[in-house]
């Protein structure tokens, strides 16, 4: 029964969704997420709570009931029976539509404010104008992807909030290499990588300028 207003800064919603798992979708795993979010304070206990009511076997169900059909691999890790990252948001966005989300494109949230008073508000502004809501989900990302909509903008609105902001630290890297035949850009193969002390199996993907894939992002 909620009047449902998305603002989206991009010029489309979900390009971070379209990019996950190298274009095929990564959205969720056969084992226990919990246990791989970490916390000092009592967020912690939230995230295991909520993990434990949507494991992930009731969000491949949740999927499978609105017609997308998934798969495991080896590791865990559940994607689209298409390969297609698109296929996911293609379904989120069409279901949104039917709930009558209004989805609102290239339109940045430049302020956030809590309006005083017996029923308070918040007042979000954009460059297309203000909206006025007694909720908002704040759901930005990081800083890691600029060109996927990730740029850093969403900590600046906490810090106008009072929030307290930990030091943000790069993770989840590439391995570029100064000399690298880049003819074997796009090959994928499954690998073991070690550095510092570490070894880590996986799937390894070769690009232009050296080494990602799932292997490299955990070493």
């Keep these: 029964d909620c009047s449902v207003v998305l603002l989206e800064r991009m010029q489309e919603v979900g390009r971070k969704l379209n990019a996950s798992g190298n274009g095929r979708g990564n959205i969720s795993h056969t084992g ?17 709570r909520h993990t434990a009511a949507w494991p992930g076997s009731r969000l491949r169900d949740w999927f ?16 689209p029976l298409s390969g297609q990252a698109r296929s996911v948001t293609r379904l989120l966005v069409g279901l949104a539509e039917e709930l009558g989300v209004r989805i609102e494109t290239d339109c940045e949230v ?46 600046e609105l906490l810090k ?18 100064s000399r690298w035949p880049k003819r074997l850009s796009g090959v994928r193969l499954q690998a ?26 955990e070493l």
């Design 32 to 48: 226990e997420l919990a246990t791989h979010y970490h916390s000092m304070d009592s967020s912690g206990d939230w995230i295991r």
């Design 64 to 79: 499978g009931a609105h017609g997308l059909a998934t798969r495991a691999d080896r590791s865990g890790r559940v994607y």
């Design 110 to 155: 430049t302020g956030l404010e809590r309006l005083p008073g017996r029923h308070p508000l918040w007042q979000t502004e954009t460059a297309n104008g203000r909206y006025f809501s007694p909720a908002v989900v704040l759901s930005s990302g990081g800083s890691a992807q600029p060109n996927l909509g990730s740029n850093g903008s969403g900590w």
């Design 160 to 177: 106008r909030l009072g929030l307290k902001i930990t030091p943000v630290l790069p993770a989840l890297v590439q391995l570029k290499c």
């Design 192 to 217: 073991t990588l070690s550095a510092g002390g570490h070894t880590v199996e996986g799937e390894l993907l070769l690009t232009d300028y050296g080494l990602s894939g799932i292997v490299t992002l």
